[in-house]
């Protein structure tokens, strides 16, 4: 009922593809976004900040970048959390080399630079697909992390061999290091993460979106037909790179403060995965649900037991979070491979209809 | 040659117009298989031109050759009046050679409306910049192609199923759908590879229409590939006879019904 078309007619070609066909899509965002930027920075604690709105925001578009290269243009990936890396490098070098430069400009500018690292690994997927690729992503992974140890440059030549983010000020309010506030980096993620996904969303649905997705279905024909596969191809690694980087830069910068070589490791670079495959490949929103699911779980799984008054052991919920986690990963490999973003479709579906059954 | 590029009257009055494209010489090894052996032809504007033969004649191999997937060992392939220097298919395709597959390759993922705006990849300009904002340059150019599509759509009747996944389709419409995706470039020259191959009669019967009225409405020049010899003899105007990676007929229908080599090969010859 509340999902109701009738009535919502469209008389232009410009109306059928808006973002919105219909008029509930519009408002439901409006009111996703309303919670966001006012509710709840006003209503949510330091804890809720740090534990759940910023991360889950930051692995979001992570996870965002990824799948515009592994869902919508079919390129397997396994170096995402080394993407990460590079960014959150890049723009830790920049801020040390020109502490004048706006802090936001650097993270977007740190993209830049995984971009060009992502391209450069994505030149194997000429050649080779599938597993074979992801091996070659695989093998991106092991090297940067590697590199990020042994290039005492990156780090400044710090004696831990870790980053550590300064205090960086933009008009008056500090944005990252030990004195900025939590509800200004969330702002400052926020505005980020809603920038590149209204652009990731205009990319995938336009003539470029097609050609990638035209590589993923079937690439030969995708050739015949006049796509430059190699220009489809590396156009995805550069743009999902340059996203993940940004993430990476964001993570560091805008939540964690502080990194290590080995927090880019594979299990950030699976942890993406679980997030971008639960939520759904070739989907924009689902790498929102997917986070919120991932992010969100463990902190249920922590604070759900208090407020019962039951006590549980937190080495026990740790490994809770780690079947379920699995679990989840499981069941939806079988049961819908598309992911919470299509569900999220075939009960929006059903709304429409309702109440007749089809 | 010379003599022939004014192009010539077909039976039911339709002007066929000087050469689009000619084949010289064409020679295709695979190691020690020769797919196709020394190989001329040529395809005529605004003409329908089969390409007929047993199973593993070559036929397909011509098709791809023609595409610019396999580069022949020896021959020339001239294009609008020029060779064709070696390129990649995706290049033959941007010069307008548009073609159709035998086994179906929709892009199954997409809907029947995103895989015909695929078509018209080649007509799009925006930089990706320009994609990014979308206000402006993508979004008319996005309006505009999608009433091209449209056109075709309506042209091939397949309005109602525009917005269904192409997975979900049954197999005459996505044949369908094949030939309104190639159709949606605005090729010069068309290619379809068995177009009629696994459908029963009324499917067919629709084909036939549609490729009658492609050439008709549109002009397109179309170069097929049929196994079903009633469909070839009432379509094309002229057809070329492979067998074993040789030409052994070329001409007008009731020619090459009428050419004995080609019934031999057909029917089969008593070998002593």
Redesign the interface.
């Given at each position: 009922m509340l999902y109701r078309t009738a009535g919502q007619f469209k008389t232009?070609?410009?109306a059928?593809?808006a973002l919105f066909p219909i008029r509930q899509d519009a408002f439901l965002l409006g009111l996703i976004l309303v919670c966001a930027w006012v509710v709840f920075p006003l209503t949510a604690s330091e804890f809720t900040f740090q534990t759940i709105l910023t991360p889950i925001l930051i692995y979001s578009l992570a996870a965002l970048g990824l799948n515009i290269l592994t869902g919508f243009a079919g390129q397997l990936s396994l170096g995402t959390g080394a993407f990460m890396g590079v960014g959150a490098y890049a723009c830790y070098k920049m801020i040390t080399l020109m502490p004048w430069m706006n802090p936001i400009i650097a993270i977007l500018l740190s993209g830049v630079f995984s971009a060009g690292v992502g391209v450069l690994f994505g030149i194997p997927s000429l050649r080779i697909k599938g597993f074979y690729l992801a091996i070659a992503t695989l093998a991106a992974q092991f090297f940067l992390v590697w590199l990020f140890e042994k290039w005492a440059w990156l780090y400044n030549y710090n004696a831990s061999g870790a980053i550590q983010v300064p205090n960086l000020d933009m008009f008056g309010f500090y944005v990252s290091g030990p004195q900025a506030s939590s509800m200004t980096q969330y702002y400052v993620v926020l505005t980020i993460v809603s920038l590149l996904t209204y652009?990731a969303i205009?990319?995938t649905r336009?003539?470029?979106g097609?050609?990638w997705?035209?590589t993923?279905?079937?690439d030969?024909?995708?050739?015949?037909?006049?796509?430059?596969?190699m220009k489809s191809k590396l156009?995805a690694f550069a743009?999902s790179s340059y996203i993940v980087g940004v993430a990476g830069a964001l993570f560091v910068f805008m939540w964690r403060g502080a990194a290590e070589p080995n927090l880019f490791d594979i299990p950030l670079s699976f942890r993406v995965l679980f997030i971008a495959i639960i939520g759904g490949l070739?989907s924009i929103m689902g790498n929102y649900l997917g986070a919120i699911l991932i992010v969100g779980l463990p902190v249920v799984l922590n604070t759900v037991p208090g407020w019962l008054g039951i006590h549980v052991e937190s080495a026990l919920l740790e490994h809770l979070n780690i079947m379920i986690v699995g679990s989840l990963i499981i069941f939806f490999l079988i049961i819908e491979p598309h992911g919470l973003n299509q569900l999220w479709r075939l009960i929006r579906e059903k709304l429409i209809i309702w109440p007749f059954p089809h | 040659m010379d003599a022939l590029t004014e192009g010539y009257v077909t039976e039911d009055g339709r002007r066929i117009g000087g050469v689009l494209m000619e084949m010289k010489n064409i020679t295709l090894r695979f190691g020690g298989v020769v797919a196709i052996k020394d190989i001329s032809f040529d395809i005529r504007e605004g003409e329908i031109r089969a390409i007929i033969g047993p199973n593993g004649a070559g036929k397909s191999s011509m098709l791809n050759v023609i595409s610019g997937f396999y580069h022949p060992q020896e021959g020339e392939v001239w294009y609008k009046g020029g060779v064709r220097p070696s390129m990649k298919p995706f290049e033959v395709a941007r010069q307008g050679v548009g073609r159709t597959f035998q086994n179906i390759a929709l892009f199954e993922g997409m809907t029947v409306l995103d895989n015909v705006m695929t078509g018209r990849l080649t007509h799009m300009k925006a930089s990706i910049w320009e994609q990014a904002i979308w206000w402006g340059k993508a979004e008319r150019e996005e309006v505009h192609n999608r009433e091209q599509v449209e056109k075709i759509i309506d042209f091939l009747e397949i309005q109602s199923i525009r917005k269904t996944p192409v997975g979900r389709l049954p197999y005459g419409l996505k044949k369908r759908v094949e030939l309104a995706r190639a159709l949606a470039a605005e090729p010069s020259l068309l290619l379809l590879d068995e177009p009629m191959a696994g459908m029963n009669v009324e499917e067919k019967e629709d084909m036939s229409r549609f490729i009658l009225d492609v050439n008709d409405e549109f002009g397109t020049t179309i170069a097929l590939i049929e196994h079903d010899m009633g469909v070839v003899m009432d379509l094309s105007d002229r057809v070329v006879v492979m067998d074993y990676g040789k030409k052994i007929g070329d001409g007008t229908p009731d020619e090459v019904r009428s050419n004995q080599d080609v019934i031999d090969a057909y029917l089969g010859v008593a070998h002593d």
């Amino acid at each position: 009922m509340l999902y109701r078309t009738a009535g919502q007619f469209k008389t232009s070609y410009r109306a059928d593809q808006a973002l919105f066909p219909i008029r509930q899509d519009a408002f439901l965002l409006g009111l996703i976004l309303v919670c966001a930027w006012v509710v709840f920075p006003l209503t949510a604690s330091e804890f809720t900040f740090q534990t759940i709105l910023t991360p889950i925001l930051i692995y979001s578009l992570a996870a965002l970048g990824l799948n515009i290269l592994t869902g919508f243009a079919g390129q397997l990936s396994l170096g995402t959390g080394a993407f990460m890396g590079v960014g959150a490098y890049a723009c830790y070098k920049m801020i040390t080399l020109m502490p004048w430069m706006n802090p936001i400009i650097a993270i977007l500018l740190s993209g830049v630079f995984s971009a060009g690292v992502g391209v450069l690994f994505g030149i194997p997927s000429l050649r080779i697909k599938g597993f074979y690729l992801a091996i070659a992503t695989l093998a991106a992974q092991f090297f940067l992390v590697w590199l990020f140890e042994k290039w005492a440059w990156l780090y400044n030549y710090n004696a831990s061999g870790a980053i550590q983010v300064p205090n960086l000020d933009m008009f008056g309010f500090y944005v990252s290091g030990p004195q900025a506030s939590s509800m200004t980096q969330y702002y400052v993620v926020l505005t980020i993460v809603s920038l590149l996904t209204y652009l990731a969303i205009n990319l995938t649905r336009g003539n470029l979106g097609r050609t990638w997705k035209a590589t993923r279905d079937m690439d030969i024909a995708a050739e015949l037909i006049g796509i430059n596969l190699m220009k489809s191809k590396l156009t995805a690694f550069a743009v999902s790179s340059y996203i993940v980087g940004v993430a990476g830069a964001l993570f560091v910068f805008m939540w964690r403060g502080a990194a290590e070589p080995n927090l880019f490791d594979i299990p950030l670079s699976f942890r993406v995965l679980f997030i971008a495959i639960i939520g759904g490949l070739g989907s924009i929103m689902g790498n929102y649900l997917g986070a919120i699911l991932i992010v969100g779980l463990p902190v249920v799984l922590n604070t759900v037991p208090g407020w019962l008054g039951i006590h549980v052991e937190s080495a026990l919920l740790e490994h809770l979070n780690i079947m379920i986690v699995g679990s989840l990963i499981i069941f939806f490999l079988i049961i819908e491979p598309h992911g919470l973003n299509q569900l999220w479709r075939l009960i929006r579906e059903k709304l429409i209809i309702w109440p007749f059954p089809h | 040659m010379d003599a022939l590029t004014e192009g010539y009257v077909t039976e039911d009055g339709r002007r066929i117009g000087g050469v689009l494209m000619e084949m010289k010489n064409i020679t295709l090894r695979f190691g020690g298989v020769v797919a196709i052996k020394d190989i001329s032809f040529d395809i005529r504007e605004g003409e329908i031109r089969a390409i007929i033969g047993p199973n593993g004649a070559g036929k397909s191999s011509m098709l791809n050759v023609i595409s610019g997937f396999y580069h022949p060992q020896e021959g020339e392939v001239w294009y609008k009046g020029g060779v064709r220097p070696s390129m990649k298919p995706f290049e033959v395709a941007r010069q307008g050679v548009g073609r159709t597959f035998q086994n179906i390759a929709l892009f199954e993922g997409m809907t029947v409306l995103d895989n015909v705006m695929t078509g018209r990849l080649t007509h799009m300009k925006a930089s990706i910049w320009e994609q990014a904002i979308w206000w402006g340059k993508a979004e008319r150019e996005e309006v505009h192609n999608r009433e091209q599509v449209e056109k075709i759509i309506d042209f091939l009747e397949i309005q109602s199923i525009r917005k269904t996944p192409v997975g979900r389709l049954p197999y005459g419409l996505k044949k369908r759908v094949e030939l309104a995706r190639a159709l949606a470039a605005e090729p010069s020259l068309l290619l379809l590879d068995e177009p009629m191959a696994g459908m029963n009669v009324e499917e067919k019967e629709d084909m036939s229409r549609f490729i009658l009225d492609v050439n008709d409405e549109f002009g397109t020049t179309i170069a097929l590939i049929e196994h079903d010899m009633g469909v070839v003899m009432d379509l094309s105007d002229r057809v070329v006879v492979m067998d074993y990676g040789k030409k052994i007929g070329d001409g007008t229908p009731d020619e090459v019904r009428s050419n004995q080599d080609v019934i031999d090969a057909y029917l089969g010859v008593a070998h002593d």
